[in-house]
């Protein structure tokens, strides 16, 4: 191979002229002097890079293939990595996860977590939490991750679409030990508080979401807004841990995650000549702060991968439950809304009103000199009233016989007791004063006549 024509191309790579590095790798190929065993895979591997750069990633999968076919080039998990990436990028994710599984077979290949972080993510992007979770998992046990926290984050986001919120608290709480940037660490605590609430404990929810927005930069989802004031609710009445946990078929209110997006181009260079940023989904977090995995708090990894595949079944449907969280949380309020109201219309329309035309007869005949301003209806004249006022007999436990309710007018009908020892009975009328009621007339019930 040309080794003056190559490393041009390489300096206009570095460069960041993509397009003229790829007219020099490509005259590579075609140089006269010929390729040696193991050249044709790596001058095809930094054309697939170029084409990738260049926003091509269906060509970028021609070159990653021809690359492959060089049996004598040894970095096939670096060049199936990036066929992963590319298949991806085509939103093509079957093929994506089998080039992802391909590469970290390759026993050479020394960043094995970058494939399990893109098999997980595009294992999520099919709906298949429980696999993508234990594709998580071996990335955040990959001693040369130098960040575990993106595989813990998303790892919680699986065990939360399996409806173990325990281990995604437990993940999450992991990831809290590494540095990361404020804007994930916001997310962070939203998720945690999500999961917090989903557990049933409500108080360190609350501290949680208030720890997302304390510096008053992040704002939360719909569906985090949602938990959060079911916690503080929570809190307020005296339950601050709940006995039992909200099931995920109540929604589980979605995570503080984006649920789509564009993807982000990486370059897996075994050269060490190009930027190394892995690919990550809109809903994989992205930093690069380094940092070593600690074993501090691990139950969430116990899990086999069996049991994990045992819950594969419906989560895209929860999924798909978690989106629009803020339009259901709105369909529902004006739904009781309505119901409200028509409750209400009904109610009135039964004679039902506050106070009641209980409670008014009752403060009538406890003290009829103290209720006459209150109870007694506008319209009724003072020499009317003064009338009415002289047959009632004062009695605090006057007993109501029973009340005929109209949504105008009702009558009820009572028994005071005498001091004496004897009984009165007598008919009240009463009318509607706006939501509630006001006696219009009093008069002496006989029974026998009527």
């Not at 590319?86 to 089998?98: C, F, G, P, S, T």
């Not at 071996?138 to 595989?151: I, Q, R, S, V």
């Not at 929604?251 to 050269?271: F, H, I, K, N």
């Not at 001091?419 to 009240?428: A, D, I, L, N, T």
């Amino acid at each position: 191979m040309n080794n003056e024509l190559f490393n041009r191309a390489r300096a206009l790579y570095q460069a960041r002229d993509y397009e003229g590095a790829l007219g020099a790798f490509t005259q590579c190929l075609q140089d006269g002097a010929g390729l040696a065993p193991g050249e044709m895979g790596l001058v095809y591997h930094q054309i697939g890079n170029c084409l990738i750069k260049l926003k091509d990633p269906g060509e970028a999968i021609h070159a990653y293939t021809q690359a492959t076919a060089d049996a004598a080039y040894d970095a096939c998990g670096s060049v199936n990595y990036n066929l992963g990436m590319a298949y991806a990028a085509l939103h093509d994710y079957e093929h994506a996860v089998r080039h992802f599984e391909i590469a970290v077979s390759d026993a050479k290949y020394d960043t094995p977590y970058k494939a399990y972080t893109g098999m997980g993510s595009a294992l999520m992007k099919l709906g298949k939490s429980a696999e993508a979770g234990v594709a998580f998992r071996e990335a955040a046990l990959d001693e040369g991750n130098p960040d575990p926290t993106k595989a813990l984050l998303n790892l919680g986001v699986c065990f939360m679409a399996l409806d173990r919120p325990a281990d995604a608290v437990a993940s999450y709480e992991s990831a809290l030990q590494f540095d990361m940037t404020p804007d994930i660490r916001h997310k962070l605590y939203a998720n945690l508080g999500q999961a917090y609430v989903a557990s049933g404990q409500m108080q360190k929810a609350v501290n949680a979401f208030e720890q997302a927005i304390a510096d008053k930069t992040y704002f939360l989802s719909d569906s985090a807004s949602v938990d959060y004031q079911r916690a503080i609710a929570a809190v307020a009445q005296g339950t601050a841990e709940l006995t039992q946990v909200i099931p995920a078929t109540a929604d589980m209110s979605g995570l503080d995650v984006t649920a789509d997006g564009a993807p982000v181009y990486s370059d897996q260079d075994p050269y060490g000549y190009a930027e190394q940023d892995p690919y990550y989904y809109a809903d994989a977090y992205e930093q690069g702060y380094p940092g070593g995995y600690q074993e501090a708090d691990d139950r969430f990894f116990t899990a086999s991968d069996e049991e994990l595949e045992q819950w594969s079944r419906g989560l895209a449907k929860q999924e798909r439950k978690r989106r629009n969280v803020g339009l259901k949380v709105l369909v529902v309020f004006i739904l009781l809304v309505l119901v409200a109201f028509g409750a209400a219309v009904y109610a009135y329309t039964q004679g039902f009103g506050y106070p009641s035309q209980e409670s008014v007869v009752q403060q009538l005949f406890a003290d009829p000199d103290a209720a006459r301003a209150s109870v007694l209806a506008k319209d009724v004249s003072d020499e009317s009233a003064e009338a009415m006022l002289q047959l009632v007999q004062q009695d605090a436990d006057v007993a109501i016989d029973g009340v005929d309710k109209s949504m105008g007018e009702s009558t009820a009908y009572v028994t005071a007791d005498t001091p004496e020892g004897g009984q009165v009975r007598y008919k009240v009328s009463l009318v509607r004063d706006m939501i509630g009621w006001k006696v219009a007339g009093v008069e002496l019930y006989f029974p026998s006549q009527n």
